[in-house]
């Protein structure tokens, strides 16, 4: 289970469909509804909190609120939500991490964002949402001190076509976590550092991997449905692959720690294999 094959399954099973000739509809294709009020502006309230706060700070104070597009899945639950992008303008201060750059995962090391109101309470219905990811560990903490990099919160609010969303969005903070770090005392050999890796790993239990398989098993039955309605031409279904990719791209990332150490038990990696079969077989049908 190598990082990048569910996504890239999910890339060919629809390189398949287009070449199936179900037309080449895009992003634009439903991107064509917008809310009426589209951006505004949320205010920081204070500065970085949390185990990045030493390497991190705010540098303006104040970020852009913007409608990206409108997720029309309609193969799950005939939901339409409204996708929201907040860019966010951090600075790298000048105390050196403590960590090896090498032995941070992106997946796990994230700022955090809380929006409030105006009356200061959490945004009802909107969960904290995490930026992470290489985009944060190489292109923001890799930083020089006193060199500036932006970070990208995406957020799934709002029904279609529900309006003004926003309009109460006031202000926000930010928390910080540090994932799976080993700290490099310069002591210690490449071996002895991978077999420190393994025992963090080793940590998570099978029921705790049966969920992951759980979770991969949901997401392919909701895929077969989007590619069956795809193949019957339906454009509302394909405009919903942008979504697709950034779940398997989080299944991904999950996996990836399984597979780095061969934690997964055979039975773990025999129903894997058969889950990817059911997901494969529906490029097959179709041929």
């Given amino acids: 289970m190598k990082k990048g094959v569910l996504f890239a399954a999910v890339v060919a099973l629809v390189s398949?469909?287009?070449?199936c000739g179900s037309g080449e509809p895009t992003a634009e294709d439903y991107q064509s509804f917008s809310p009426k009020l589209s951006t505004t502006t949320i205010k920081a309230d204070g500065d970085v909190k949390g185990e990045l706060s030493d390497y991190v700070k705010i540098k303006n104070t104040e970020a852009k609120v913007n409608f990206l597009e409108l997720t029309n899945a309609e193969w799950v639950d005939l939901e339409h939500k409204q996708v929201w992008e907040i860019k966010l303008n951090v600075e790298r201060t000048s105390k050196d991490l403590e960590w090896?750059?090498?032995?941070?995962?992106?997946?796990?090391?994230?700022?955090?964002?809380?929006?409030?109101?105006?009356?200061?309470?959490?945004?009802?219905?909107?969960?904290?949402?995490?930026?992470?990811?290489?985009?944060?560990?190489?292109?923001?903490?890799?930083l020089n001190g006193g060199e500036d990099g932006?970070?990208?919160?995406?957020?799934?609010?709002g029904d279609y076509p529900d309006e003004d969303i926003i309009k109460n969005w006031s202000t926000f903070t930010i928390d910080s976590k540090v994932g799976f770090v080993k700290e490099d005392d310069g002591s210690s050999s490449d071996s002895d550092i991978?077999?420190?890796?393994?025992?963090?790993?080793?940590?998570?239990?099978?029921?705790?991997?049966?969920?992951?398989?759980?979770?991969?098993?949901?997401?392919?039955?909701?895929y077969i449905k989007f590619y069956k309605k795809a193949m019957e031409g339906d454009v509302n279904a394909i405009s919903s692959y942008p979504a697709l990719l950034e779940k398997a791209e989080k299944l991904d990332g999950k996996f990836e720690r399984a597979n780095k150490n061969d934690h997964l038990t055979s039975k773990q990696v025999s129903r894997y294999i058969e889950i990817q079969k059911k997901m494969m077989n529906a490029a097959m049908e179709a041929l």
Avoid: K, R
């Fill in 16 to 19: 398949t469909l287009v070449a």
């Fill in 194 to 222: 991978e077999d420190a890796d393994d025992e963090d790993l080793a940590a998570l239990s099978e029921e705790e991997y049966d969920e992951m398989l759980d979770d991969y098993e949901d997401f392919v039955d909701e």
């Fill in 100 to 142: 090896d750059i090498e032995t941070l995962n992106g997946n796990y090391t994230e700022l955090v964002m809380t929006i409030f109101d105006a009356s200061g309470q959490p945004v009802a219905g909107l969960e904290p949402v995490g930026c992470y990811g290489h985009g944060l560990v190489d292109d923001v903490l890799s």
């Fill in 150 to 157: 932006w970070v990208t919160f995406t957020i799934e609010m």
